[in-house]
């Protein structure tokens, strides 16, 4: 297992940013797929975005161009850069670290006016 650590939620107008990361632990987090994932009540969880341990991206259509997925190998951090925030974007956001199938206990973004 994979200790997996959120921060950096918390309530945005619309239209701002937020930076959420993903603390881990462990060797195996520098070099596992890592994702963000998000969940509102009563629906499923949805993936946000995901790194690969050589930098490759892939990201929800939902989020394109607004979010961007990276990784800190010296800090054992993923971090999700969110920029132009909408009220949909509102959710509990999750890391997952796809090996082990870690996961965080999740950070509250909230977004709305």
């Known amino acids: 297992q994979v200790q997996l650590v959120e921060s950096g939620g918390g309530l945005v107008q619309p239209g701002g940013s937020l930076r959420l990361s993903c603390a881990g632990s462990?060797?195996?987090?520098?070099?596992?797929?890592v994702f963000w994932y998000r969940q509102t009540p009563g629906k499923q969880r949805e993936m946000v975005a995901r790194?690969?341990?050589?930098?490759?991206?892939n990201y929800a259509d939902s989020v394109k161009g607004r979010f961007t997925i990276s990784r800190d190998n010296a800090k054992n951090t993923v971090d999700l850069q969110m920029n132009s925030l909408k009220p949909e974007d509102t959710a509990v956001y999750y890391c997952?670290?796809?090996?082990?199938?870690?996961w965080g206990q999740g950070t509250q973004v909230t977004v709305s006016s």
């Open positions: 462990g060797s195996i987090f520098k070099v596992g797929v």
């Open positions: 997952n670290e796809a090996l082990t199938d870690s």
């Open positions: 790194i690969t341990g050589g930098g490759s991206t």
